[in-house]
């Protein structure tokens, strides 16, 4: 601290309020000393925080959705660990990036918990040093986020196993709705399940056809919107792979207005094994998501006790149901008539 | 206080550590003091508390469910009013009663929060002692509370604007899937949308046959199960009012299984919008949750700012989608073999 206070050209006392992030500090000066700081590399440790500020018994859990399935039930789980050891949970919902930056911004300001839990979005540069400054520890679950220690699933594996299965089937022109969210789409889940078409294709000695590719903004309506437009190719694919169940359902909710059956006429896999997957028959890869929040939470638990708390990579299962079958040999124009069709 | 001191018999500075559960205080001692606060009718007031205790800025919710839609989309609306008013969310995940008994407990002995916000799930009577010695204010969302500013829909409205809308279009065999939830089954959210079904077909002059009522706990696989058990009916019925969607959306499955066809042979309609409602075709009355969750935060803000906080009941409405049609003149067993029916 001496070090940063003398290459920043102020007082200790200052260095430490602006490092606390005090509010009566002058920007200017904050900003020289944060770069004073970083230059040493000069970190607080968080045991030494915790001893210093003493415990807050409180964890901030930072999620760019509440309302959809895999932030909650990943915060169910790892509500309940925390809760169990007594700990507090701060909820912080950052929707979008000028909420992130706020929230990076602002919680320095007040040390107030112990332990900031990401889920299922990363954490950029600036944010990286917020964080530390505050010497608190960091954890991520629901995605592998870089210098920390993160509890995630493969999903350049998970989207393997999607893939291979239709491949294994017989398919050949095989469709991908990629699904990106539109608040996050450096989040590398999508980049992976991606990467694992175009793999599987290339190994299976098939051409990648573009046209074969949609990509849309996460969600069931656009997932439903990527369907029509893949119906729209002069020769539409007899397999789509999504890159999540809600996409799917979507996809499905299109072909069964068209008359198409699923599977006979194109068969529909998905990722994530979300509850509505099993009541609409949806083929896919399942990830255990209850269980990335727990593992989380065990991580914050040793880290607060100052033991390891190694990531972990969980793994994905396909779980065959009624929506994938070898491509079926009759044609979609000898389908019935739609009222037979749901 | 005094007056609770004299009456339990012990000194001004016990009686008041007693109503603040200080840990300090033998369990005999704090039952005297609470027993004897409660024939007084003693009542910190959440104005009178904040000022001593000062605001801790923190609002703690209390949720029965995380990861279900329903209950996460109401947290999302919550918490967006209360961050932009600069209040911590503390979430508490009380999965059953034990849980429930345990938060009540635990909560007074560290006041650490301005207001409570109940989503989705009633209040007993020993809880309601708790918290209002608490000197904290509280709310309800999701479902009428007795004693507190709350704002729900109207459940037994929302069931009558399922069961006419099947009336309407000429139902006489109506059955009900009626989901309780098993932590909470006596939540009033089921009540009403039964005594809805009744009072609508009494009102036809048509008569309530306890075959065509199945009542199981809530979730879609159980809403599948229900569907079964009316399709085991020597005459099943024409149409089936189900008391979510998620129960909905499992009975369809049933349904798409048999071969039957949905709306032709047997029309669906469930309660609620959920997301894959709108995916799945389903017929339905809407309820605006996330609204009713940014409506219980204002009611906080309010209450905090001093002011009156009126509870709210918000409107509901049908949703016409394609599980909803005359009672069809084709017979179930004249449906085309099951391959398609998906």
Redesign the interface.
């Known amino acids: 601290m001496a070090d940063v206070a003398r290459r920043a050209g102020v007082s200790m006392a200052t260095a430490s309020r602006a490092l606390s992030n005090h509010p009566h500090v002058a920007e200017e000066t904050r900003a020289r000393v944060l770069a004073a700081a970083e230059q040493l590399s000069y970190v607080i440790s968080p045991e030494a925080s915790r001893l210093a500020g003493g415990a807050t018994d409180?964890v901030a859990?930072v999620v760019p959705?509440?309302?959809?399935?895999f932030f909650?039930?990943l915060?169910?789980g790892l509500?309940?660990v925390l809760?169990d050891a007594d700990l507090?949970?701060?909820?912080?919902?950052v929707?979008d990036a000028a909420d992130r930056r706020d929230f990076f911004q602002r919680l320095p300001a007040r040390r107030?918990v112990d332990a900031v839990v990401v889920l299922g979005m990363p954490i950029a540069g600036g944010e990286r040093d917020r964080l530390e400054s505050m010497g608190v520890h960091i954890v991520a679950a629901g995605g592998q986020v870089e210098h920390y220690p993160s509890v995630s699933i493969d999903d350049a594996a998970a989207g393997r196993q999607a893939v291979d299965h239709l491949l294994f089937l017989g398919h050949r022109r095989i469709g991908m709705i990629a699904a990106i969210d539109p608040i996050e789409p450096g989040w590398p889940a999508g980049p992976g399940r991606a990467r694992a078409y175009h793999e599987a294709l290339i190994e299976a000695g098939l051409p990648v056809e573009p046209g074969l590719v949609v990509t849309v903004p996460w969600g069931?309506?656009s997932g439903?919107d990527a369907m029509a437009q893949l119906l729209s190719l002069r020769e539409p694919p007899t397999a789509v792979y999504a890159h999540s169940d809600?996409v799917a359902?979507?996809a499905?909710?299109t072909l069964?207005r068209t008359g198409l059956?699923?599977p006979?006429d194109i068969s529909v896999v998905g990722i994530d094994d979300h509850?509505?997957a099993?009541?609409?028959?949806l083929t896919t890869v399942a990830q255990p998501v209850?269980e990335q929040g727990v593992a989380a939470g065990k991580m914050v638990l040793s880290l607060l006790a100052g033991a390891a708390a190694p990531g972990a990579v969980v793994p994905t299962r396909l779980v065959v149901r009624?929506s994938t079958a070898p491509p079926g040999s009759s044609p979609a124009r000898s389908a019935?008539p739609r009222?037979?069709?749901?």
Chains 1, 2 share one sequence.
């Not at 507090?88 to 919902?93: A, G």
């Not at 099993?278 to 028959?281: G, P, V, W």
């Not at 009222?339 to 749901?342: K, S, T, V």
């Open positions: 409180r859990v959705h509440i309302s959809r399935w909650a039930t915060l169910e509500e309940s809760r507090d949970v701060l909820l912080y919902h929707g107030k069931g309506l439903a809600e359902l979507g499905m909710r069964r059956r699923i006979e509850p509505m099993e009541l609409a028959d209850r009624g019935a009222r037979g069709r749901r």
